[in-house]
């Protein structure tokens, strides 16, 4: 895991090692977080693009736009019907024994309708401006993370995987992050969730503006630092190369000014992380599904 920033860092933090997914009651098991579905509606419009994954507290529904940028997420969180005293209510869901037919089916009924009204909505959407417009509160957030990010490279060489959340009415809370593998990005987008849960009245409804960065390898030893802005009003990755004068990573350096482009395509390390909740109870003692 990533080691958190200083005790002098400024930033409000909300650290892994305080969030115990036994106590929030994950839905399915960790080797099945991060399995993707690809999408059973068809005939969407050409820009668009949707796929299901598999997160801790159930299914994550994604569609994306890539004319516009836009990303449309909603979580089915199956844990609806969770007690407060069954033993059963803590015992974790194995993929395979939910099924993929079981996948499909829910994706038929309760996403087909919605889907494809987002769709046709970008039918013939334009795209958004290259450099984003950002809050006040984004930009204090962006500001921060380039100040730690520049602070790390020159004294220990490298940055610090993290995300920040900005939710209406309050500063941003920030996480460390585990980019490891897909597994651990899911629990990432699980934390935001349940931290943002209940913060304010409809956050989960309105989602927080997220911002996450990580380093990334160019290739020959090279690096940048790769970012990612999720708002309301569009969506942009940014790129800062890591200038170690000639010798490779890890080692310090100093960080270049940020380059930035709409999003288009797979981005699927920023999945989850917006996402909106809805709450749909699945038991965990399930009956087979017919194919």
């Known amino acids: 895991m990533a080691s958190l920033p200083p005790v002098e860092d400024p930033r409000l933090w909300h650290p892994a090692v305080i969030f115990d997914p036994e106590t929030h009651r994950t839905y399915f098991s960790d080797d099945s977080w991060g399995g993707c579905f690809a999408s059973h509606i068809y005939g969407l419009p050409a820009p668009v693009h949707a796929h299901v994954r598999v997160v801790p507290e159930g299914l994550l529904l994604h569609s994306d736009c890539d004319r516009c940028s836009a990303r449309d997420e909603v979580v089915l969180d199956f844990r609806a019907m969770d007690g407060s005293d069954s033993a059963l209510d803590s015992v974790a869901v194995e993929m395979p024994l939910f099924g993929a037919e079981r996948v499909r089916w829910l994706q038929m009924a309760l996403w087909e309708t919605p889907l494809r ?3 046709d909505r970008h039918r013939a959407c334009q795209p958004v401006q290259l450099r984003p417009t950002l809050p006040p509160t984004v930009q204090e957030a962006l500001a921060q993370l380039s100040e730690a990010a520049a602070a790390e490279l020159a004294e220990q060489g490298s940055a610090t995987p993290c995300l920040a959340a900005v939710a209406e009415g309050r500063g941003p809370v920030w996480f460390d992050a585990s980019v490891g593998n897909e597994a651990q990005r899911m629990l990432t987008g699980f934390r935001v969730r349940e931290a943002l849960a209940g913060t304010s009245e409809g956050v989960t409804e309105r989602a927080a503006d997220i911002i996450a960065v990580e380093e990334v390898s160019l290739g020959g030893g090279a690096t940048a ?22 010798r490779p990573a890890p080692g310090r350096g100093i960080l270049r000014p940020l380059l930035w482009a709409r999003m288009r395509g797979s981005t699927t390390w920023l999945d989850g992380l917006r996402a909106r909740r809805r709450p749909f109870p699945v038991p965990r003692t399930l009956e087979p599904v017919d194919s």
Do not use: K, M, P, Q
Request: glycine fraction near 12%; aromatic fraction near 16%.
């Open 117 to 119: 009204e987002w769709a």
């Open 225 to 246: 630092l790769r970012l990612g802005v999720l708002t309301g009003s569009g969506n942009w990755v940014a790129y800062a190369l890591i200038d170690r004068f000639d």
